[in-house]
């Protein structure tokens, strides 16, 4: 599971950069680190990593009249945090992404091979990975919280994000 601070400084930095305000970045990259709260009651993505739940969040962004656009703004603002938690957890490690839809699990891959050797060489790799889902056994919980990198870079996305909205370069 990556961890806590990318959960929240990757759909911050995506967020800021699309234009919303730092209050709508704050409210919804916290949103963000909710649907990893599914471990507390033994059963960790399904349905809070389904890009297909988020689906229904968007589809009420577009159903609201005109009139609701703060709303619709803010429902915007939230399915896109809550989508950019499932893509990373896809990079990361397998996910139920496609939850109910397709009931596998899976994973994204990507490898950028580089050789400086006679012929030069860049072979890009890509490739979706497919496994069976089996839910996990929850004797602890156990996970990384922080890392030196990932903090890193999260304080970097954040801090970046805000100079960009708050117009300081």
Known sequence: M????????????????LGFGPNFCF????????????????????????LLTYVLILAL???????????SDCLTAIWIALSSHVLIDLFDKYCLALWPAVKDELSISMELD?????????????????????PPHFGELEGRLATGLGVLISVLLVLLSLMH????F
């Open 27 to 50: 409210i919804a990259s916290a949103v963000a680190l909710l649907p990893d709260l599914d471990v507390l009651f033994r059963r960790h993505g399904s349905a809070t990593h389904s």
């Open 61 to 71: 962004a577009f159903l609201l009249p005109a009139q609701a656009t703060r709303a």
């Open 2 to 17: 990556p961890e806590p601070a990318i959960h929240f400084s990757v759909p911050f930095a995506l967020l800021a950069f």
């Open 165 to 168: 909205v708050t117009r300081l």
């Open 114 to 134: 580089v050789r400086f050797d006679s012929p030069f060489r860049i072979s890009p790799r890509f490739g979706i990975k497919r496994r069976r889902y089996v």
